[in-house]
């Protein structure tokens, strides 16, 4: 008998809602059409988290009963009687821990900003010449809120937060000014549903999508992708939110990528308003100190 309870718990997953359409195995995470608001389109916007035992639809009203919640909600609401029995062996009911209460974000330990570096003392010199050798200033140190710390393991990192749009801290990335690998380290929470920096974003204007945190600091009003692609509620987010165009701005790499998102987002009420850059071989945003305007590509 396979009593590996992740396996049994995504087993009764599979056969209340059918096979995932999308699945990160690493991160323990899968997406379902939701049985709630999908009704035969496919969307799969459910998406489980097994190891925190959470569930969350994205397209789901937030007032509506479905929305969101634990897993052990899910299996009393939506599995029979022998299901929720055996999750309960497994997780019992206090385990699981509501998306309500998000996991609390918190810069890393001994994160310094670069307003308030030393400049004398040796790693915060090198960081500092790292920094301006890639064209950041005192203003964007400031409106970004950049950082650094040498303690921990975000040590000899440079610390670019984020903020939601009510300010509070929700996300870092932690870059390497000394040639660590690897070069970009995401901070421990498991979140990639994050819009980066979403409190400098103005929906009035266009928004630029861009592959890293330094290429958002010299594109205004930018979204940085945060893995492998943009998370389906961000994507989202921009969708419903946008009044301007959105320019697609990743490095000439990531074409794929890039294409990906332009065809999720080119639709309805964003129809002929997503335009792609194609930036030359070599160069990123943050290169070309975000001097893009040659660089727009006819979409056919
Ligand atoms: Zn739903």
Known sequence: MNTNPQEVVLKMLVNILGEPKRKSEKR??????????DLGRNKANLEINIGDAIYHCWSCEPESDFHKGSLYKFFKNHGSKDDLKIYKIFFGHSTHKELEVEHKVELPEGFISFEDIVPFYPPHNQANKYIRSRGVTDDIIKKYKIGLTTKGKFANRIIFPSYDKNGELNFFVARTWASLKPKYLNCDSPKTDVLFNEHLIDWEKDIYIVE??????????????????LHHSVLEKIYNNCKANVIIGLDPDAKKKAEKIYHELNAGRLWGKIKMLSLPEGEDIASLKGNVSNYFKIIK
């Open 28 to 37: 323990q995470q899968y997406a379902f059409n939701c049985p709630a608001c």
């Open 212 to 229: 890293g945190p330094f290429d958002s600091l010299f594109v205004e009003n930018s979204v940085v992708v945060l893995g492998s692609e």
